[in-house]
T-cell receptor
Framework: NAGVMQNPRHLVRRRGQEARLRCSPM?????VYWYRQLPEEGLKFMVY????????ESGMPKERFSAEFPKEGPSILRIQQVVRGDSAAYFC???????????FGQGTRLTVV | DQQVKQNSPSLSVQEGRISILNCDYT??????FLWYKKYPAEGPTFLIS?????DKNEDGRFTVFLNKSAKHLSLHIVPSQPGDSAVYFC??????????FGKGTKLSVKP
């Protein structure tokens, strides 16, 4: 039973480009969460999705950021026109139901140059 | 507005002794709390959880205590081992589904 899979592990983008981060949840998990960790900071909630629906996007910046979790395929976190401040580790987690522990992927480290 | 606070950024403990990691919260609506352990360049790993209706949960060397009146929880690791050296995150969760994390405490266990 594979864990939460994120790819790529490392992503380098120039300012103004788009970044696409992928997350495949654990088998049987329909709840996906995206978190961002800045250096020396804890994990900050960004968005919570449940198959094809965005449940809570209160932690996601209103502009340039979007997330989806289609019926088929991985969840995608998309950052348009990246800026240096977007450089961070982005973690995806999945859970079977709402009130159970979430399992995390290994993260995608985004570097904007 | 930090709903979950870990006020000690780091903690150093001798191997074999007890490690106590602390966490305070302000949100009374949390239904449960979790502790995660994180190694550099890896994702957080779930360690132990506690429901808000309990005051203690134990799993092997790990025990979590919850004091609801003080809005405080703590993670006890005994005996501490060098492999326990990592960053520990406390998180609160509720019916909304998302977790609110503290900033973490870096634990160093010296041999």
């Amino acid at each position: 039973n594979a864990g939460v899979m994120q790819n790529p592990r490392h992503l380098v983008r120039r300012r103004g480009q788009e970044a696409r981060l992928r997350c495949s949840p654990m088998k049987g998990h329909s709840h996906v969460y995206w978190y961002r960790q800045l250096p020396e900071e804890g994990l900050k909630f960004m968005v919570y999705l449940q198959k094809e629906n965005i449940i809570d996007e209160s932690g996601m910046p209103k502009e340039r950021f979007s997330a989806e979790f289609p019926k088929e395929g991985p969840s995608i976190l998309r950052i348009q026109q990246v800026v240096r401040g977007d450089s961070a580790a982005y973690f995806c987690a999945s859970s079977q139901t709402v009130n159970t522990e979430a399992f995390f992927g290994q993260g995608t480290r985004l570097t904007v140059v | 507005d930090q709903q979950v606070k870990q006020n000690s950024p780091s903690l150093s403990v001798q191997e074999g002794r007890i490690s106590i990691l602390n966490c305070d919260y302000t949100n009374s609506m949390f239904d449960y709390f979790l502790w995660y352990k994180k190694y550099p360049a890896e994702g957080p790993t779930f360690l132990i959880s506690i429901s808000s209706i309990k005051d203690k949960n134990e799993d092997g060397r790990f025990t979590v205590f919850l004091n609801k009146s003080a809005k405080h929880l703590s993670l006890h690791i005994v005996p501490s081992q060098p492999g326990d050296s990592a960053v520990y995150f406390c998180a609160g969760g509720g019916s909304q589904g998302n977790l609110i994390f503290g900033k973490g405490t870096k634990l160093s266990v010296k041999p």
